[in-house]
């Protein structure tokens, strides 16, 4: 957002009208990836921080160096932040930008998946454990080996499987690992390797995970999401076709995949029969937030659904300076999720 843009902006008038406000305002946060575990909610979310990295398509400002674990008694109580639960510098193989996290429980044991560049300046995903679901979390000496790109989430189905949807576009760097292997060709622009506007639209990744939850079971496979002709959708297709953060629920037997369209701003929503897909796109689970990105999760707590998300309306409009936030959410008897306004009256610009 332009200086002169943010200047236009009544950003009293959002917050008044916001649906839910930020759960805390000591530090920013991002990406909120909310558990339910022992009846307790547990969010595991990036650090925002001003690091005075230029703005780029790329995501250079996106700079965070650490992760925190917030917890609430409910969606409606205040939030406690239990502090530093992982830094980059904990990280052997991570040089920087520990971006979006997720986590889950196995056998009273607590796994913090994360993505982090590594010193060649390749997206990999780590994985971190620890005994509580607060950290802090110990890192293994090495990423998922063949993993890639950004925004890991593990998904524990009813079998007891765990699988792990990952990638984002642009500076997710998924575009360049079309061909199987990381391109590392000139030039670096995030648009130079994506498909054509009339070519299938590039899809997240999913993999079952082994038994330990530190590797990959299986090669991971295309999230393909198809129309209602049954149809890939396109790459041009950008107000429904996949950019980032994937994220898997269940509900009445059914696998809801949800996403971010990215430079769209909407987080979409995709219905499909297996963990594996394809899913048939279903709608838009919430419209543009303040603020260029827009990421989220989805839980259910004591039989109501919420949706956990974040915009940039505490440090008034700035991109890499967000707050995470929770509204319920609802599904209408077909088992379609109703689309949330952020702002009771009001449109983001976007």
């Given at each position: 957002?332009?200086?002169?843009g943010?200047?236009?902006?009544?950003?009293?008038a959002?917050?008044d009208?916001?649906?839910?406000?930020?759960l805390?305002?000591?530090?920013y946060?991002?990406?909120?990836?909310?558990?339910?575990?022992?009846?307790?909610i547990?969010?595991?979310?990036?650090?925002?921080?001003?690091?005075?990295n230029?703005f780029?398509?790329?995501?250079s400002h996106?700079?965070?160096?650490d992760y925190?674990?917030i917890s609430?008694?409910t969606p409606?109580?205040?939030a406690?932040d239990?502090g530093r639960?992982l830094?980059?510098?904990?990280?052997p193989w991570?040089a920087k930008?520990?971006?979006?996290?997720?986590?889950?429980?196995k056998d009273?044991?607590?796994?913090?998946f994360?993505?982090a560049k590594?010193?060649?300046?390749?997206f990999?995903i780590?994985v971190?454990v620890?005994?509580?679901p607060t950290?802090?979390?110990i890192?293994q000496?090495?990423?998922?080996?063949?993993s890639?790109?950004?925004d890991?989430a593990?998904?524990?189905?009813?079998?007891?499987?765990y699988?792990?949807?990952f990638?984002g576009?642009?500076?997710?760097?998924?575009q360049r690992?079309r061909?199987?292997s990381f391109?590392?060709?000139?030039?670096?622009?995030p648009f130079?390797?994506?498909?054509?506007?009339?070519?299938p639209?590039?899809?997240?990744?999913?993999?079952?995970?082994?038994?330990?939850l530190?590797?990959?079971a299986?090669e991971?496979t295309?999230?393909?999401?198809?129309?209602?002709?049954?149809?890939p959708?396109?790459?041009?297709?950008?107000e429904?076709r996949?950019?980032e953060?994937?994220w898997m629920?269940k509900?009445?037997?059914?696998?809801?995949?949800s996403?971010?369209t990215?430079?769209?701003h909407f987080?979409?929503y995709a219905?499909?029969?297996?963990?594996?897909?394809?899913f048939?796109y279903?709608g838009r689970?919430?419209?543009?937030?303040l603020?260029?990105?827009?990421?989220h999760?989805i839980i259910?707590?004591?039989?109501e659904?919420?949706?956990f998300?974040h915009?940039?309306?505490?440090?008034?409009?700035?991109t890499?300076l967000?707050?995470i936030?929770?509204?319920?959410?609802?599904?209408?008897?077909h088992?379609?999720?109703?689309t949330?306004?952020p702002y009771?009256?009001?449109?983001?610009p976007?």
């Amino acid at each position: 957002m332009s200086a002169a843009g943010k200047q236009e902006i009544n950003f009293k008038a959002f917050n008044d009208s916001a649906i839910s406000q930020p759960l805390i305002k000591h530090m920013y946060t991002a990406d909120p990836s909310a558990h339910v575990f022992d009846g307790r909610i547990y969010i595991y979310l990036s650090h925002d921080i001003d690091a005075g990295n230029a703005f780029d398509d790329l995501g250079s400002h996106f700079a965070m160096e650490d992760y925190h674990v917030i917890s609430m008694d409910t969606p409606g109580s205040q939030a406690t932040d239990h502090g530093r639960a992982l830094h980059v510098n904990d990280v052997p193989w991570a040089a920087k930008q520990m971006w979006a996290p997720d986590a889950q429980e196995k056998d009273g044991r607590y796994y913090l998946f994360f993505p982090a560049k590594d010193h060649d300046g390749i997206f990999r995903i780590g994985v971190a454990v620890s005994d509580q679901p607060t950290g802090p979390f110990i890192p293994q000496p090495q990423p998922i080996e063949n993993s890639f790109s950004i925004d890991p989430a593990v998904f524990k189905d009813d079998d007891g499987s765990y699988y792990m949807y990952f990638g984002g576009i642009w500076g997710g760097q998924l575009q360049r690992w079309r061909s199987g292997s990381f391109n590392a060709a000139e030039p670096q622009s995030p648009f130079a390797h994506l498909p054509a506007n009339d070519e299938p639209a590039l899809c997240a990744k999913v993999a079952k995970l082994t038994n330990d939850l530190f590797s990959f079971a299986e090669e991971p496979t295309d999230v393909l999401i198809i129309d209602e002709h049954g149809k890939p959708l396109l790459q041009g297709d950008t107000e429904r076709r996949f950019f980032e953060a994937s994220w898997m629920h269940k509900y009445n037997g059914k696998y809801y995949f949800s996403y971010s369209t990215g430079d769209t701003h909407f987080i979409c929503y995709a219905i499909g029969d297996n963990p594996y897909g394809p899913f048939t796109y279903a709608g838009r689970v919430l419209n543009p937030v303040l603020g260029w990105t827009s990421h989220h999760s989805i839980i259910m707590f004591n039989g109501e659904w919420y949706l956990f998300y974040h915009d940039s309306s505490l440090s008034e409009g700035v991109t890499h300076l967000r707050s995470i936030k929770v509204a319920k959410m609802e599904y209408d008897g077909h088992g379609m999720i109703q689309t949330l306004e952020p702002y009771n009256g009001l449109s983001a610009p976007v």
